[in-house]
């Protein structure tokens, strides 16, 4: 791994991110036998979250950390990686991000979703694709847990690891 990507990994083994998933693709399935919302809250999930994804693959392009951690985290935040160390709040989140922006682009692709009244979450890949085109794309498995706010879905945090979701290309 070149130094460059390794310091992508190594802040996100302790921090995070997210994308978006093809306009067309399939809702993820729910996961277990756990009480789910209406069909018409999950479609809500599933456009809002969405569009979470949108926006932060849009800053990653442009280098925004602010707009990542203002708009798609909570105040209080948590993530972490493999290295176990956790990313606490706004302000951690935003230091972590400032370097993370600049090495890469990425895009989310939804797995598998549950989606209660007020909390979901979600698995997906969180695919890396380095801004020096010299470095190869990476994946992170990651879960995504999302809570509602006076009806918009806001991120609580995430925790992820390298690797995908097999036979999810």
Do not use: C
Request: hydrophobic share 45%; glycine share 8%.
């Amino acid at each position: 791994m070149s130094k460059s990507i390794a310091m992508l990994a190594s802040v996100l083994l302790g921090l995070s991110a997210m994308a978006a998933p093809a306009a067309a693709a399939a809702p993820a399935p729910a996961i277990g036998d756990l009480p789910k919302a209406d069909a018409a809250d999950v479609t809500e999930f599933r456009r809002q979250v969405d569009a979470l994804y949108r926006m932060k693959e849009a800053a990653f392009a442009r280098d925004d950390a602010d707009t990542i951690v203002d708009r798609f985290y909570t105040r209080d935040s948590i993530t972490f990686g493999p290295d176990g160390k956790p990313v606490i709040g706004r302000d951690a989140f935003r230091k972590e991000y400032q370097g993370i922006v600049r090495i890469a682009n990425v895009k989310v692709e939804p797995i598998a979703t549950h989606v209660g009244k007020d909390a979901a979450w979600e698995w997906a890949n969180f695919r890396a694709f380095p801004k020096d085109k010299t470095q190869k794309p990476f994946t992170f498995i990651m879960l995504f847990v999302f809570a509602k706010k006076d009806g918009q879905w806001v991120s609580g945090g995430d925790a992820y690891t390298v690797g995908e979701f097999p036979g999810s290309h």
